[in-house]
């Protein structure tokens, strides 16, 4: 293995070993906490920017495989790990995960203390970094990183969107059957605004009832409204994605549109974030986000606990429970983690209850998303 050196913008400087892409990367630095799914993780457009370390030390041991994929690509800066297994074990394994990242040209870099570098994230908050297989001068990095953009400069999206409409058309994984299921016959049809949209959240769409088709970030918005008056589609689906959600001005302007006519709409993470923004209330920054398989977040119509997969750097304002009821609650800093609008047909959640691996607590979301549906289409007729 090649060695590879780190710099943070606190000044911390590391030395590794590299087994993914070689090269000069940066982009922001996060932790994720999930104990599985790596593969997932990597592939999750949401991830476009980002070097993720995870606190799981051990990493790569069962490999990859073509149906774990969440997107056509692999999207982070980078994987920054403990402990890396090239010798992978496991029945659905097709390659390793080196061989994904290099695919991609996405870093992987290991023999890192990433219990001290999670600490670090912890206490001083997310930051930029980049990391080097070429240059092995702290102070030559740290010149090359402070001269690059931030994360919340760039917009991810336009790399990561479909560039054409397409039809998804499988139901989530048959873990006994080792295949995708395929869906129920549909009740209504929906459009999706890819952001950045992972394939489990189309599975369970799918699965939930609806017909669902996908549709770049760029779509004309008038030609939504113009199908739902016309009763071609019945629903909006807003998708996850990367990046600071502040900076997408031309989607604050469309989903404001979509807000306008009425249309009942559903959105996770960053989708939950544009709807907050153009509702009129902006998001913040969290200090280092929520990033891992195992967050609580307390449902308050049931009081029920839910286990969570959370991606998120940024949060809607507390400001937003004037016009919307909060549905769902973090038990670690008591964010608003879901909200149901008051005079509108529309909700939304933070986190990811579509997870894969899992957990899939919340997944019932999805049937409560055809249930608005259908609802409103009642109304109207």
């Given amino acids: 293995m090649k060695k ?24 922001e630095i996060v932790f994720n906490t999930s104990m599985t799914g790596y593969q997932e993780i990597v592939t999750d457009p949401s991830y476009a920017g980002q070097f993720v370390t995870f606190t799981m030390p051990e990493i790569g ?25 090239e010798r992978y074990s ?4 097709q390659e390793s995960l080196a061989a994904l990242l290099k695919k991609y040209d996405v870093m992987g870099i290991c023999d890192i203390d990433t219990r001290f570098l999670t ?46 409409p397409y ?11 080792f295949c995708y299921k395929n869906p129920p016959e549909p009740e209504a049809k929906i459009y999706v605004y890819d952001f950045g949209v992972k394939r489990n959240i189309l599975n369970n ?28 589609v019945d629903g909006v689906f807003l998708s996850n994605g990367p ?16 807000i306008e006519a009425k249309i009942p709409m559903f959105g996770i993470c960053l989708g939950h974030q544009l709807l907050s923004i153009a509702h009129g209330y902006p998001t913040y920054k969290l200090k280092f986000g929520h990033h891992g398989g195992n967050h609580p977040v307390r449902n308050e119509a049931t009081k029920k606990i839910e286990i969570t997969a959370q ?24 964010t608003i983690e879901g909200v149901r609008y008051n005079d509108a047909p529309i909700f939304s959640v933070q986190h990811h209850p579509e997870a894969s691996p899992g957990p899939h607590e919340s997944a019932y979301v999805f049937g409560e998303f055809k249930k608005l549906i259908l609802q409103q289409k009642e109304h109207r007729c």
């Fill in 167 to 177: 039809t998804h058309t499988t139901a989530t994984y048959d873990a006994r059957a």
């Fill in 205 to 232: 769409l799918t699965e939930a009832g609806l017909s669902v088709e996908v549709i770049p970030h760029m779509y004309p918005v008038e030609d939504v409204i113009a199908d739902f008056k016309e009763g071609k």
């Fill in 243 to 258: 990046g600071d959600p502040l900076i997408l001005k031309d989607v604050h302007a469309k989903i404001q549109k979509l």
């Fill in 61 to 85: 041991n069962v490999g990859v495989n073509d149906e774990d994929y969440e997107s056509k690509a692999a999207w982070a800066k980078g994987v920054i790990v403990r402990n890396y297994q």
């Fill in 119 to 164: 600490k670090t994230v912890r206490e001083q908050g997310a930051c930029m970094m980049i990391a080097s297989t070429e240059i092995a001068d702290k102070e030559e990095l740290k010149k090359l990183l402070a001269a690059a953009p931030r994360i919340e400069e760039i917009d991810y999206i336009k790399a990561v969107s479909t560039k054409k």
């Fill in 4 to 27: 590879v050196w780190i710099y943070l913008e606190y000044g911390i400087f590391l030395e590794g070993k590299s087994f993914g892409a070689e090269g000069t990367k940066t982009g």
């Fill in 311 to 334: 991606n998120h750097n940024y949060n809607v304002p507390t400001a937003l429970e004037k016009i919307a009821t909060v549905t769902h609650r973090n038990l670690f800093d008591d």
């Fill in 90 to 93: 496991n029945f659905r394994a």
